[in-house]
Every structure is written in structure tokens, then in C-alpha cells.
């Protein structure tokens, strides 16, 4: 048996960040205890119409409460019904699932990189990495969340509007900034990762992409939400990999994108 | 209280089964379900050689149901034998395997490989919405249908299912077509072709353009195929298309299936087969029925 | 900003129409919304003589969806000519009478005394499959579309919409015979054949035993017929399935329909034709498009 | 324009009566000030995959407050829907729908039968009658309402199990108790008031009789909830009548059950 399940658990709270962006604590002890940075829950809505999962990454986990903080941003029916939920509701969730990133880094300097509703899962990240951190989170206009990187690492700020930080995305930061790093970690929408991609060959850098896709199972079952890989996939003998199984972290070299 | 169910033979602990391509080979799904409480797995279309299936978006969701593209998406008949088939052996249940192909000389090729292995039944995809080649075009049309269903009865060693397209005009006469070539069983429905599409993008939610639509959704039309298969031939029938629970599963059985499967109702709640399963074993507690044949087409 | 569409030379103020069975000749929702609003307003199928339709129960909630198996109760033409279209030409909106048969010969008849009526357009419900003689038996082959097209064509003085039923295998085949009778329009989708049963009655949840499924169950089944239809034929399309709001309605103006009915939607939502009007407004304002006709079949 | 609209209220209360039979109390001044007896009022679900309305007679009607009152019993998903609803949500609804009792009696001596779900609406007309009343309340075992019309008239109860009352039906109630008049008002099962019509016949007295069908548009629109009536109806143009529109009452002669 694996660690997930599928379970109803309680809302601890749900608070708005931004106009569209809200952070909520889900209270389970034992999603809490099997979770690792980058690794997603599905959650479900209660609406009968909507049936499929909507994947969100693991923002935060307190072991010690047993409880784990999703941050998400409304963009459809999903979103918006779960928006509307409050403390001390219920919600159904399943995870955690997939594989995180590798924390075996050993001490080396990197850069955590979120661009835009991908910053959530570099949060508990940066808590897990012990070489020196520079975290860049690009955003279209609204910040959130960037405060709390402080106490991690020194945070480099991008807005596509140059509001606050580089004017640009995530890539211009990092030039404009000359950080330089071991090991990129990465989250974020598919063009801005294959930014990161070329970027990460180009200066020999190693990278691990949190890769996103329309998910049905979430659980490597029914091939919804493969990315190609470079190489035949061990599981399914083509070259295609399960985003919810074998990822949703990939090393850059691994996926095609 | 009996819950067995016979399919050609074979003799199942109860009717809940897994519908193709929901379930994968039951791995996943065995971290959730014990699979020794299922009727039957049955297992993702597998062909001759590995597909790669259709691009990405595969999947959209609709009101009550999903379309999907995935488009057969398999490791091949080989890595299926090494890995899959012994996994499935370990359960105390049926297993049945899902065969799809381009030609027919790939779908005889996959029934021949399986001749001499372990596998309880044959369900033969001749109706996925999702690829160009073979799946459906097969399936609309009766003179294939009986076709296809001679050759694989020919090479087969197990007995053989035909899967039914619900996209066609009469299902009944697909029916009656698979009968008369041989087939030993008949399941359906597959999916229902469909479309959505992005209104803000203005593009179409998946790759492939359309997808098969399942789900709840689809349960009434499904009803009623089985329904009207029932009464056209004298085959066995799994009946599929939005169960998601005890009632819907014996919907089907009250119109004439002998067995049923659960689909997409497995993606929002692994544990539907499990619940299908004990509820139906509380329906006939509830209502002192000693026999689930008492209800197989019981609705006229 | 412009939302008039064009349907065989009649000018709609809007594309936003009503299903034709679920709004009866407008007067009970005209309590609900003002009927000027609409680009049409389709009536309840009408006969030569009265109809009685089927015993009850005549409907059932399925997932998402219904069904429904009235069997074209009507009034029959002459109180139609007397009491529902005076009424009707009070209002600033087309006028398209929905007509039903169990003959050709009945049809004949109807559209014959229609022929000096100020109605806009006629709709051949050749795709009801709740009773027994006419309707769908009519829909499901191209050569009695074709034909009875023809001599829909021969009589009527007003434009023909051809009424297409989903239970088909190829949509195409059927919207291309009704071109070729000479059809004017064509409207898509009528409901698809479907069944509930009760378990704990052990019994049809319909008299009927069948009846058609509409609502928003249906709808990516609809959007891909439309899609189809679209892209075989010429003619303008009248999309309908299951749209309850303006982004349904658009995904079928996108998929090439001209002009979308709302059936089902009224039932729970006296107001959904109005909000469908102002949803497409908003979605041109915001999406800086000055003519609806940008949008028509404009995902390809 | 007619005076029914479609809109969401708010639930004032909601209280079990039974294990099965909930009464609640809406709160809306437009519908209070329309709705007379035996008129029904159409209730929506908030789950999405349920479209179709649930017909729900009025029970209670108080003007001052602007509020009605409606008594339900749980017998499938909608119902069970609105039972977990509490105090402060609140609910979609449209009406007043159809046609109530006719109030016009002059004082007539009158029988007012509930059966089972079909008492709550007599409560209401209970109080609009001005002779002589009495009130026969059948049910299948435990008893719900049936103090409340106490103050309105003489109580008669039958139970099927003889746990109360008579031991039978409300015709064995009405015949156990030697009960005249000159009017009857009835709401209930088919088979029941399939009895009284064929007792009011026999006995010369006019019935007015509530019935039920599967509705869908609930206004007159979609032809669902027919009964057959006893001549070609003026609407319709063939023996057919609507109950949600020219019902849900009608007098027992009009219609066939
Ligand atoms: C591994 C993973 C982690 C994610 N983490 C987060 C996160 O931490 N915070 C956050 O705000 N968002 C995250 N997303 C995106 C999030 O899943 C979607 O925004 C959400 O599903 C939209 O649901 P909706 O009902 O509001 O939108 P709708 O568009 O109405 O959803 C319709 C369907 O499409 C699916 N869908 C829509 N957008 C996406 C998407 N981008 N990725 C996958 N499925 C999608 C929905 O799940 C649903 O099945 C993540 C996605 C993946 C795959
Ligand atoms: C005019 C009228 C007045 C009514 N007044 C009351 C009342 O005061 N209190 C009360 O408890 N019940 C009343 N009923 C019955 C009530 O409408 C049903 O019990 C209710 O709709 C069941 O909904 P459900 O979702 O729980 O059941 P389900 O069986 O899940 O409902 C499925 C569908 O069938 C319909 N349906 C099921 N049973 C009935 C029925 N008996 N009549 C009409 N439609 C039905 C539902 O509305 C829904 O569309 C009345 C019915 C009518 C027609
Ligand atoms: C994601 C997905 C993949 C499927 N793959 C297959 C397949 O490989 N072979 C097959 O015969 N049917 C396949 N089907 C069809 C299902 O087996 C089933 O016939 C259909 O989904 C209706 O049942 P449901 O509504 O319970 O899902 C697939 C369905 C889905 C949703
Ligand atoms: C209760 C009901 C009655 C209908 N009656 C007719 C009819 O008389 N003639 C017709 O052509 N279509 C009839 N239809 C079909 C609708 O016009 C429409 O094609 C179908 O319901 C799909 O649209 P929807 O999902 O928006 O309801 C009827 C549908 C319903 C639900
Ligand atoms: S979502 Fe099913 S395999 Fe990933
Ligand atoms: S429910 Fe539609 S006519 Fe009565």
C-alpha cells in the first residue's frame, strides 16, 4: 500500500492573499507525516457537476500539527467553489501524491525559482535546503507569499508590469541579479520552464522542473497527464511519463517540454 | 446470498468489474481497493506493439462527466505479459484482458499471443472514439463487427467479449452482428464521442479535438443500450457507462446485464468498485433476494 | 456592436432562441422574461390534429441532465393558429413553429396551413424519439430525410430548418440528406435515447419505458455534432444541448453554429435565455468583438 | 405577469418533526403576501447534477412576517439535500405555482383529509375555512402536524398500524367516526384519493382533491405533469390537464385518477 488516501478533512483556515489568491490549512496528521516539498494532494469538489481533481502542490507542512497549507489561485469552477469554503468546513482530498524534489543537495548553492501560482511548493522547499538559497518569484503584478521566503533565502523579485523587482520574468531577475547556483528547483507555467531549461543546459546547472498537466486519476492510472521523455519510460515502455506518478518533478534533462 | 455471476464460463464472485482504461493494470488501484473483492479487473487496451497515444490536453472535464483522448496510450503486449499478467495473478479475481489494434492483423496477434496465458477473458476494443485507425471504425458497422469477431473467435483460446460503440444508429444490430460471428459476451458501452471547447482560449480543450465523453452523464443512454441489447440477443452483457454506485450498477443489472464496470467514477473515488460491490450485497439483504440472477433483466 | 444572425434571409435580433417543447408558445415564460429580448422564440411541436402524448410519468432527473418522454402533446394546428401566434406577434422576435407528424402526409398538412401565417420559419421535428410512428423513424435515414425535406420544400412558404436527431452514427451523412432535399437551415441537437430505472420499484421511471436525454449531460456531444455538421454542409446551424449560460452557448457558435436554442436550462432557470443574451454581449465587450459573425465556427 | 418568480430565500428555520418529516420556514414577503392555501411552491437543489424542481406544498402562510411554511419528508437525494440545510442558508425558489382550495364555502360543514405528506397543506387551509371542520389525519405510523390543527377543528386520526386512531385508512376514520359534510378537501396519496373521490360520489358531497406528478418546468410550459381529465381541456385542446398550472387542485369530477 502506498501513503495516500482519500479522506474528508477539516479546513483549519482559509485566508484571502490577493483578490485571487487564497492559502488554506487542511488538518491531517497522517498527509502531513507522509508529505515531502513538491509533492501534490488532489482536491475534490463537492459540487456534483465537477468530478474531476483539481492537483494542488503542498505550499507548507507542519509535521508538528499534522496539517498542510495549500495556496491557490481562483481560475475556474474548482477554485472559485473552493474560495468560497470557510474554517471548520470539509473538504475531500487525496495524497500526498507524486514525487517531490531531491533534498539530497548537500550544501549546494541554489536557486528556487516560482513564477507566479508556481511559488507555493518553493516555500516548504527552501525550508529543506541547507547550502546557501536565492529564491526568484516572478509575478505578473500582485505579490504574495514573498515575505515568507525572507527568513530562507535572499528573495529576487520579477513583475511582467516592472512594479516591484527586475521588469521581466524570473529569467531576466536572475541575469539582472548575476545569481549563479548548483542546482535550479522550479515551478511555474511550461514557457517559463523551458526558459529555465535552456537556461540551466546553457550554464551547466543541474534543474528540477515541477511539470503540470490536466490530471483524471492522479495515481498513474489512466495516461491523462503524461509529458514526453527523453528516454522509453521505464513504466510505460514509450516515451512518455506520468506527471502524477513519476513526476510532477523531473530532472530538465529527463522531459521534453 | 449468491453474488456469483458466469460470463461464457467463467464464473465470477460477484458482477463488479473494472472498465478498461479507468483502472490501469490495478496496481494503482490496489493501494486503495482489495482487489480480491472484485468480480473481474479488467485491464487498459493493450496492442501488439507500445502506443504512444494522443498529445496533451488528453482529458477535459464536462457537466457530470469527462471526455478523454487519451488515445490507447500502451507498453505493448509484451511488457503486459512480463509485468501485468503475473501482478493480476496474485489476486483471487477475474482477469480480463482489454485488446485493441490498428488492423486486424494487430488485434489477432494480441489474441494470439494471450492464447496460452492465464487470462480469464478477452474483451475486444472495437470502439474507441480516439484513435484514427481500428477502435471504432470497426465498430460501426455490422459486416466488420461479425468480421472482426470470426477472426478473433478463431485464434482465441478464451472466451471473447465484444466491446459495442454507443455511437451508432442501432446498437442492436451491432449486437446481433458480434453474435452471429461468435462473440461469447458483449460489454458496452465505450464512450460517446464529444467536443469541448475553450471559450476564453477559443481553441479546443483537447489536442485530439474530440474525446469519448463517460461518466454519470452518459448512464441514462447506457441504460438503455443494454436495455435493448438485452432483449435482441441471447449473449451475456456487461454493462458500463457512469456507475457510480450501487443503484447505478444494478440499474444496469434490472435491464439486463449479468455483470457491470466501473469507470471514471474510480478517478474521483477509489474506492467505487469496493462500494459497488457492498452495495449491491445490501440490496439483496435488504430486499431478501438469495440470488443476484433473480435480478439480471428483472425490469420488462 | 453588432448580434444579428442571419438564418436563411430572416434576421435575428440576437442568436439566443428557445428549444422547441420547453417553452410552449412562450406565454407561462413570459411572465419570467421579456420575449423582445430573444432572436426567436421556437414553439412546442404542432400537429394537423390534437395530440394527446404519453401517460405519465412523462419525465425523470438523471445526472445532470433529463429525460423526457411527453410524445408531442400539442393542441393541434388550428387553436396553435388561433391562440398561439396572435399571441406571439406581439412581441418584437421571430416566430418558428416547431412541426410534427406521424406521416408525411401529416406534415404536409401542417406546414400547407402555415403557409399564410406571419411565422418566420419553420422547424421539421423529424428526430422525436418518444413516439411511436414519425419522428425519429424519420431522422435516423438519409433517404426519408432527404425526402421528406423535399417535400417540406414544396409546400412551405417560409424557410425550412430540418430538425436532426443525435442517434445516429454519422451526423454528416444526415445533415448532408437534408441538404440535398433542399433544407434552409438545420437545427441540432434533438435528444438522445435514453432510460431510468427504479430500483427500488423495480420498474421504468418512465411509462414510456424511453425517453430523450437533454440538458447539460449532453452538451459535448452536441458541440461535436455541430462541429461536424458545420464543416460537411453549407447551411446555417441552430445549435442546441444542454447550454445554460453564454459560454455554452459560444462554444456552439464557435463550433459553427449561427444561432443556439436553450431547452432544458428553462426548467431550472426561468431567466436563462436573458442571461445567455447579456452572457454574449459582455463576452463581446470584454473580448473587443464587434460582430458576432467573427465568432461563428471560428475553432476549427 | 403573473405574481410567481424565481429567487433565492432565506431559511428562517428548519426543524425535524420526525425522523423523516422536516418543516421549515422561508423567509420572503412577495411570495407570503401571494400564496393561498394549497398552492405549492417549486425548491431547488444546490448540487448541480440535480436540475429539476422539488414541489413543495405551502403549509403555513403568515403575511405579517412574510414567511411560509413547508413541511417535507425525505425521500431521495433533494429532500435530503434541503434536511442538512440549517437556519440562515439559504435556497432557491419560485412561486406561489398553481391553483389553491377554492375558498368560497359560506360556512359549509367540511372534512379536510391528509394523508401521510399530503396533511401539510390542510393546515394552512384549515384556518381559511369558515363552517363547521373536521380533520382526518392519516398515517403510516408515527404522527407529525397533527396538534396544530387542533385549534382549528375536530382531529380524526387513522394509522395503518392502529398505533393511534382508527386502524386503517381515512375513509376507515371517516366511516369509524360517522363524519358528514358538505364539502371535502383532500391531499394525499393517489390510491387515497382515488377512495374519497369514489365515497364523495356515493355520497353526493363535492371534493376538491390535490394531485401530484413528476414536474419539470412546474409553470405550464413543458407539458410533464398531466392528468387525464374528464373533458377536452380548454389549454391543452385534449383531455389532458396540467397539474402544476390548473392544478394542483382540481375538483374530483374534473379529473380521472
Ligand atoms: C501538479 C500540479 C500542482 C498544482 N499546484 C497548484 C497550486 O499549488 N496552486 C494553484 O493555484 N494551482 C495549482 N495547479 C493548477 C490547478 O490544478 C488548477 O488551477 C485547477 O485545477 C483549476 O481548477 P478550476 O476548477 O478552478 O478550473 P477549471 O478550468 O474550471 O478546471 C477544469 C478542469 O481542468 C483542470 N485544470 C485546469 N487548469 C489546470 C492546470 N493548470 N493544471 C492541471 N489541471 C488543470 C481542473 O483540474 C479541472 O479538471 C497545479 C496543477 C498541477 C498539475
Ligand atoms: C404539487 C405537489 C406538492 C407536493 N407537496 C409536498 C409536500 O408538501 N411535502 C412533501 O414532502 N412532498 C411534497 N410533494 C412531493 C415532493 O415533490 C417529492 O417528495 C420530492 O420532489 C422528492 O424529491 P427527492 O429529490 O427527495 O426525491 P427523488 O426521488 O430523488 O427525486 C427525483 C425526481 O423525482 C421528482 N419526484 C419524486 N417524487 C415525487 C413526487 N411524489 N411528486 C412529484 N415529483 C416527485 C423530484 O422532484 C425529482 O425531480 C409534492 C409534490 C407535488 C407534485
Ligand atoms: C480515461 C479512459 C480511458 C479508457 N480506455 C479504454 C480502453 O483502453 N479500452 C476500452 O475498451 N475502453 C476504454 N475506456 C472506456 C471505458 O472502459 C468505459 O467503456 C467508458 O468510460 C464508460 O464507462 P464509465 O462512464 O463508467 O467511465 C476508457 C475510458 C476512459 C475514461
Ligand atoms: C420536455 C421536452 C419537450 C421537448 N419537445 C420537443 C418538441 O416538441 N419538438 C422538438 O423538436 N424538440 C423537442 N424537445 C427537444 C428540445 O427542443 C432540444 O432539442 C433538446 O432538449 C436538447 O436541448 P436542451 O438540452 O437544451 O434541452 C423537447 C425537449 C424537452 C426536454
Ligand atoms: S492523472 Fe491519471 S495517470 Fe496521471
Ligand atoms: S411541470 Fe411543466 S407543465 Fe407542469
Known amino acids: ?257 | 446470498m449468491n453474488t456469483k455471476v458466469n460470463l461464457a464460463g467463467v464464473i465470477l464472485n460477484n458482477p463488479v468489474m473494472t472498465a478498461s482504461g479507468t483502472f490501469g493494470s490495478g496496481a494503482e488501484y490496489s493501494d486503495f481497493v482489495d482487489l480480491n473483492r472484485l468480480g473481474a479487473v479488467v485491464t487498459k487496451g493493450v496492442a501488439n506493439i507500445p502506443w504512444k497515444g494522443n498529445p496533451t490536453p488528453r482529458i477535459a472535464e464536462t457537466y457530470g462527466g469527462m471526455l478523454n483522448a487519451i488515445g490507447l496510450q500502451n507498453p505493448g503486449i509484451d511488457v503486459f505479459v512480463e509485468r501485468d499478467i503475473p501482478f493480476l495473478k496474485k489476486y483471487d479475481t477475474k482477469i480480463i484482458v482489454n485488446v485493441c489494434g490498428k488492423t486486424t492483423e494487430d488485434y489477432c496477434e494480441v489474441v494470439e499471443r494471450l492464447a496460452d496465458e492465464k487470462v480469464d477473458l478477452l474483451e475486444i476494443n472495437i470502439s474507441c472514439p480516439n484513435v484514427k485507425e481500428g477502435g471504432i471504425a470497426f465498430g460501426q458497422n455490422p459486416n466488420s463487427i461479425e468480421q472482426i469477431t470470426k477472426e478473433m473467435k478463431k485464434r482465441a483460446k478464451q472466451p471473447i467479449i465484444m466491446k459495442l460503440s454507443p455511437n451508432v444508429t442501432d446498437i442492436t444490430e451491432m449486437a446481433k452482428a458480434a453474435e452471429a460471428g461468435g462473440a461469447d459476451v458483449l460489454s458496452l458501452i465505450n464512450t460517446l464521442t464529444g467536443m469541448k471547447i475553450d471559450v476564453n482560449k477559443r481553441a479546443f480543450a483537447l489536442a485530439n479535438k474530440t474525446g469519448g465523453l463517460s461518466g454519470p452523464a452518459i448512464k441514462p443512454i447506457a441504460v438503455r443500450m443494454v436495455y435493448q441489447v438485452a432483449n435482441a440477443v441471447k449473449l451475456p452483457i456487461i454493462g458500463m457507462g457512469g456507475i457510480q454506485n450501487a443503484e447505478d450498477a444494478l440499474e444496469f443489472i434490472m435491464a439486463g446485464a449479468t455483470a457491470v464496470s466501473v469507470g471514471t467514477a474510480n478517478f474521483y473515488n477509489p474506492y467505487a468498485t469496493i462500494e459497488v460491490v457492498e452495495g449491491i450485497e445490501e440490496y439483496l439483504k435488504k430486499n431478501h433476494i438469495d440470488n443476484i440472477q433473480n435480478l439480471i433483466g428483472c425490469v420488462k
Chains 1, 4 share one sequence.
Not at chain 1, 483556515?13 to 516539498?37: C, G, H, Q, R, Y
Request: with cysteine; charged share 25%.
Open chain 1, 1 to 257: 500500500m502506498s501513503n495516500s488516501k482519500k479522506k474528508t478533512v477539516l479546513i483549519q483556515s482559509m485566508d484571502a492573499l490577493t483578490d485571487d489568491v487564497f492559502s488554506m490549512w487542511l488538518k491531517d496528521e497522517e498527509i502531513a507525516a507522509n508529505a515531502t516539498p513538491g509533492q501534490f494532494v488532489s482536491l475534490y469538489c463537492n459540487e456534483g457537476s465537477r468530478l474531476l481533481p483539481r492537483p494542488i502542490s503542498i505550499c507548507e507542512i507542519d509535521k508538528a500539527v499534522g496539517a498542510i497549507r495549500l495556496v491557490y489561485r481562483v481560475v475556474g469552477k474548482g477554485t472559485e467553489e473552493f474560495s468560497k469554503m470557510k474554517k471548520g468546513d470539509t473538504i475531500e482530498v487525496m495524497g500526498p501524491l507524486g514525487n517531490g524534489f531531491p533534498l539530497d543537495n548537500e550544501g549546494k548553492k541554489v536557486i528556487l525559482i516560482g513564477g507566479g501560482i508556481g511559488i507555493p511548493p518553493m516555500l516548504e522547499l527552501s525550508k529543506h535546503l541547507t547550502g546557501e538559497k536565492q529564491v526568484v518569484l516572478g509575478y505578473r503584478d500582485e505579490l504574495f507569499l514573498e515575505k515568507e521566503f525572507e527568513s530562507y533565502g535572499k528573495v529576487y523579485i520579477s513583475t511582467e508590469d516592472g512594479s516591484v523587482g527586475t521588469k521581466g520574468n524570473v529569467i531576466d531577475a536572475i541575469k539582472e541579479n548575476g545569481l549563479d547556483a548548483e542546482v535550479i528547483y522550479a515551478c511555474g507555467p511550461t514557457p517559463m520552464l523551458r526558459g529555465i531549461k535552456a537556461y540551466a543546459i546553457e550554464h551547466g546547472i543541474t534543474a528540477w522542473l515541477s511539470l503540470e498537466e490536466k490530471m483524471a486519476c492522479g495515481i498513474g492510472a489512466c495516461l491523462a497527464c503524461v509529458c514526453k521523455s527523453k528516454e522509453v519510460d521505464h513504466h510505460t515502455n514509450v516515451d512518455n511519463k506520468r506527471i502524477c506518478k513519476e513526476g510532477p518533478v523531473f530532472n530538465a534533462l529527463e522531459v521534453e517540454l
